[in-house]
């Protein structure tokens, strides 16, 4: 089973900011937090990662509880391309590279 | 940079034929990289790891000899689906880092080639 959970689904509108929550309260202390997005029929597009402290870059930021156990990719200015299945991916510690997807929060923009 | 290739991007086969993806990092060299398979409306999931110069390893369930991986350069891994049945029609992706194991970076995938068999 996957070691995150997120919401199934959510709507968002164009223009606005999109908070996707993702919890992952049994991560190990070395585990990081990687965030995926697929769009329809492509393969998985990487966005960000972190450890303990909150990233940013130019897609989006994460940010991740002072206890590590849930975190919230935000995408700040959404907008229609940035309709897709977002995964919360924690990396398994024994088994580099090796990505375990779980269900994904499907995300739509309106207009 | 971190450019992640496969072909083809699909396939149409008929049922019996073995299908060959290929997977190509562009932009730098990978000894490992990673096979998935996801079907309609479910999530990827991990099907083997495939090492240059050496065998691939299997997540359970996965057949290795229906499922053929070489990996005989750092840049270039091939999955080639054998005798393909109808059940074998699923979408197939790669990923591959530039980074080794210790710096946490993350996977870049390619986009994906689906395979039909008829």
């Known amino acids: 089973d996957a070691k995150t959970t997120q919401p199934p689904s959510m709507d968002c509108a164009e223009g606005r900011a999109a908070n996707l929550p993702c919890n992952h309260s049994t991560i190990s202390g070395n585990e990081y937090v990687y965030w995926y997005r697929q769009i329809h029929s492509q393969g998985p597009q990487y966005i960000i990662h972190g450890l303990k402290n909150n990233e940013t870059n130019e897609m989006a930021s994460l940010i991740i509880t002072e206890d590590r156990k849930s975190s919230t990719l935000i995408l700040p200015h959404a907008t229609l391309r940035d309709t897709a299945v977002y995964y919360c991916i924690v990396s398994p510690t024994d088994s580099w590279g090796k990505l375990q997807f779980g269900a994904g929060t499907q995300v739509v923009v309106t207009p | 940079g971190a450019v992640v290739s496969q072909h083809p991007s699909w396939v149409i086969c008929k049922s019996g034929t073995s299908v060959k993806i290929e997977c190509r990092s562009l932009d730098f060299q990978a000894t490992t990289m990673f096979w998935y398979r996801q079907f309609p409306k479910q999530s990827l999931m991990l099907m083997a790891t495939s090492n240059e110069g050496s065998k691939a390893t299997y997540e359970q369930g996965v057949e290795k000899d229906k499922f053929l991986i070489n990996h005989a350069s750092l840049t270039l891994s091939t999955l080639t689906v054998t005798s393909a049945h109808p059940e074998d029609s699923s979408f197939y992706i790669c990923?591959?880092?530039?980074?080794?194991?210790?710096?946490?970076?993350?996977?870049?995938f390619g986009d994906g080639t689906r395979l039909s068999i008829l």
């Open positions: 990923s591959a880092s530039p980074w080794g194991a210790a710096s946490n970076q993350p996977q870049h």
